[in-house]
């Protein structure tokens, strides 16, 4: 029984030893497929850095366009930036109709404070013309602080927003292992953030291209 026995445990040890090889096999030709890939999107990022200023080049370091294409592999952060790209340009288009609308009804405003300026002068007795003509000019000044007040506020607004999207950004690429990217508001990192976003969009848009066949 025990020789028994031992015959059945070497079996389930070969059988073991054989799924660990098979494996073992499988993980290393992921890990070659992985570093191809890896070779690969930094090639092409070194090739993209070259168009950049010469500025911008001699920050994006080896190691650092090397942990980008590490970052790329899998295709989550394309995904993820496409999807802030696409945030931003919503909320640029809301802000800007925003805008747009104040300065509509401020328009409106302006027309017809006119009109009614007007009307108000050719049914005015001569007399109290002077009079009229001081109040209605008090009345002018006084709505155009209230819009260029209004229009401050709106400009204030759009710059808040906008400057929060951007740590929205850091934020996000920070949390999904992007290199480079962490809530800063110094000029020159934030330039350094944007030239590595501008990679990752030029080398997504190279990705979508179709392959050209050898010929």
Not at 6 to 33: C, K, N, S, V
Not at 51 to 75: C, H, V
């Amino acid at each position: 029984m025990a020789r028994f026995g031992t015959g059945f445990a070497y079996e389930d040890a070969a059988a073991a030893a054989a799924g660990t090889g098979l494996a073992g096999a499988g993980a290393g030709e992921r890990q070659a497929r992985q570093q191809a890939r890896h070779y690969q999107l930094l090639s092409e990022l070194q090739a993209l850095v070259k168009e950049l200023p010469s500025s911008s080049q001699q920050r994006l370091s080896y190691t650092i366009l090397s942990d980008l294409a590490l970052a790329l592999i899998d295709g989550t952060v394309f995904e993820i930036v496409q999807g802030l790209l696409e945030i931003q340009h919503l909320t640029e288009r809301n802000l800007y109709n925003q805008r747009l609308k104040l300065h509509n009804e401020h328009r409106v405003l302006k027309q017809e404070m006119h009109h009614k300026h007007k009307e108000a002068q050719q049914s005015c007795k001569p007399h109290n013309l002077p009079l009229l003509k001081a109040a209605q000019q008090r009345e002018q000044e006084a709505m155009e602080q209230r819009i260029h007040d209004e229009q401050q506020m709106m400009d204030e607004k759009i710059v808040l927003e906008l400057d929060q999207k951007v740590v929205d950004q850091q934020s996000t690429l920070e949390k999904a292992g992007v290199s480079g990217f962490y809530i800063t508001t110094n000029p020159q990192e934030l330039t350094l953030q944007m030239n590595l976003l501008e990679l990752i969009r030029k080398l997504q848009q190279k990705e979508l291209q179709p392959r050209k066949p050898f010929s």
